[in-house]
């Protein structure tokens, strides 16, 4: 099972001039990201960012509205947990081919 991480999320201007060139200090954001992929976001719903407190253990958190081309809300069966393994065997699968053992 995957560890739950953080979304990298990337509010972008994906611009032409360089950044040195003249009106250049403000960012209009044209893209949106989560994770290199980039989203569709309806013109008319506000990218929000709160607030960001920096400091030990402080989320960032991020409200985006999307266009979704398919949304699941499910419930998933645990995944089996395997068989622990004996750590008499472990030690045996552990040797380096060609011996190691008792002669």
Known sequence: ??????????????????????????????????????????????IKVHEVELGPGGPVLVTLTLFAKRLTVCAEEPEPVPEPVDPRLAKIWQQPAGGGGRD
Do not use: K, T, W, Y
Not at 7 to 30: F, H, N, Q, T
């Open 1 to 46: 099972m995957l560890n739950p991480q953080g979304a990298v999320i990337e509010i972008v201007e994906r611009r032409v001039a360089a950044m040195e060139s003249p009106g250049c200090d403000i960012v209009v954001p044209d893209e949106v990201r989560i994770n290199g992929q980039a989203l569709l976001c309806p013109a008319d719903h506000p």
